[in-house]
């Protein structure tokens, strides 16, 4: 166990993607989204899950995408910046903007490098 703990409190914020420039919406179900819906790329800001505390502020790529039993599809993203990775549960359940299967299966036929 890792002991790392989920923070949601004033994070769940529409954003404009900073990669692909879409305008992305907050999730609904009472989750943060922390990933664009089109491209699938995130912002390096977190040290806990939701914190909002770090600095590095990289685009975090997205390059895998595996399917869990018990969270569905989660995307692991690489920091392009710093290298640090991390994995978010894919958002393919909203109904106002669910993340694109086109892009998750794109990620999925890519080879880790």
């Known amino acids: 166990m890792s002991g790392r ?17 879409a305008q992305v919406q907050p999730l609904r179900n009472g989750s943060v989204r922390n990933h664009c ?3 699938l790329h995130s912002r390096h800001v977190d040290i806990l899950p939701g914190d909002r505390a770090c600095t590095c502020h990289g ?4 390059v895998a995408v595996e399917q869990s039993g018990k969270k569905g599809w989660i995307i692991t993203h690489r920091c392009r910046k710093c290298g640090f990775e991390g994995r978010n ?6 109904p106002d903007q ?3 299967w086109d892009a998750l299966i794109a990620v999925s036929t890519r080879r880790r490098e």
């Open 5 to 21: 703990r989920f923070t949601v409190v004033g994070t769940n914020n529409a954003f404009t993607c900073g990669f692909c420039g």
């Open 37 to 39: 819906p089109e491209c």
């Open 59 to 62: 685009d975090m790529e997205p």
């Open 89 to 94: 549960r894919a958002a393919t359940d909203d």
């Open 98 to 100: 669910p993340d694109s």
